[in-house]
Nanobody, 113 residues
Framework: QVQLVESGGGLVQPGGSLRLSCAAS????????MGWYRQAPGKQRELVGR?????SPNYADSVKGRFTISRAKNTVYLQMNSLKPEDTAVYYC?????????WGQGTQVTVSS
């Protein structure tokens, strides 16, 4: 079994920054890709960014230049800068381990003045 524990969400003013973390634990040898998705009210869940086991990242166009995804051991991070109100959503961590995809419980990010 794999457990994902997210942290770092909260309320921030426009232009501010937040850093999300997601730590994976359980019975596995290694993690393949890791990533972050988000879901705003009334919208479908969408990719924010993913990073391969080799450390190669990719991002949604809407966050390029503002967000940075990174990983260290079994933890994936999302550094979010220059936040906008439209970034408000529940952010979900996602990891792939041996062709199985696992999801975190989600953490709320609210960007508002």
């Amino acid at each position: 079994q794999v457990q994902l524990v997210e942290s770092g969400g909260g309320l921030v003013q426009p232009g501010g920054s937040l850093r999300l973390s997601c730590a994976a634990s359980g019975s596995f040898f290694s993690i393949d890709a890791m990533g972050w998705y988000r879901q705003a009210p009334g919208k479908q869940r969408e990719l924010v960014g993913r990073i391969t086991s080799a450390g190669s990242p990719n991002y949604a166009d809407s966050v390029k230049g503002r967000f940075t995804i990174s990983r260290a051991k079994n933890t994936v991070y999302l550094q979010m800068n220059s936040l906008k109100p439209e970034d408000t959503a529940v952010y979900y961590c996602n990891v792939d381990i041996r062709y199985t995809s696992y999801w975190g419980q989600g953490t709320q990010v609210t960007v508002s003045s």
